[in-house]
């Protein structure tokens, strides 16, 4: 690993060491841009490019990891994703940093849960991925600021429970199903218990997290992650 002064200038043994960048994007003239950008960096080398994550984890077989891979998601065959997923389980030491136009939750979640260790769009300016690149090799986690609020919104969605209104395991399993839609009678059939017993529960439900319907009930349960 590098060793980086907080200035991103190189210190020790390292001085003479360029930081070995690859990129995994299928869009040439982005591609190029980026290369170009690096050409004649003074400490960042774009030492390989690839289109596909297929030509990548082709040449990984029998090649030493980067020091710090800049990917793209929307890539023909394997997606950026699935290649995190790959590079990561083979090389964990391997730092990813994702480069897409991509911005939505679900992409963002799975990125970061396969390894990514810095998440940019590409809209973000050279100097922008160049202080990525050695922000990540710092330790960091580098992230736009509309991911970085995307994935603030993400922890928000599963934080723990705020309170667990002294809720019985059977209590929590109907208001489960009840934010799932079921009626009464089905729960009774889903659980096999009485309709009369169910009726009981939701009665009791109701008491303790202080609603007046099924309604409230579903969207408490919701907004304070009890289930």
Not at 77 to 100: C, H, R
Not at 148 to 156: G, Q, W
Request: hydrophobic share 40%.
């Amino acid at each position: 690993m590098i060793n980086m002064t907080l200035d991103g200038k190189k210190s020790g043994s390292s001085m003479n060491k360029k930081i070995k960048t690859w990129i995994t994007e299928d869009n040439e003239a982005f591609r190029l841009t980026l290369i170009e950008s690096f050409l004649e960096h003074e400490r960042i080398e774009i030492e390989k490019d690839f289109e596909s994550c297929e030509a990548l984890l082709s040449y990984l077989q029998n090649s030493e990891p980067p020091d710090v891979l800049l990917m793209d998601i929307g890539l023909p065959g394997i997606s950026g994703i699935e290649g995190v997923k790959q590079i990561k389980a083979e090389f964990p030491q391997t730092l990813i940093i994702m480069v897409t136009v991509y911005q939505d939750s679900d992409r963002i979640f799975k990125a970061l849960c396969y390894g990514a260790s810095g998440y940019l769009l590409k809209s973000s300016s050279i100097d922008e991925i160049e202080n990525a690149i050695y922000d990540v090799l710092r330790g960091g986690a580098p992230i736009n600021s509309q991911i970085a609020r995307k994935v603030l919104d993400m922890f928000l969605r599963f934080r723990p429970p705020e309170e667990n209104y002294g809720l019985t395991e059977r209590e929590k399993q109907v208001l489960e199903l009840l934010v799932e839609g079921f009626a009464k009678k089905k729960i009774a059939d889903t659980v096999k218990i009485s309709y009369h017993k169910v009726d009981s529960h939701v009665k009791n439900i109701y008491t303790k997290l202080q609603v007046h319907s099924g309604s409230e009930a579903v969207a408490k349960a919701l907004r304070e992650n009890l289930i």
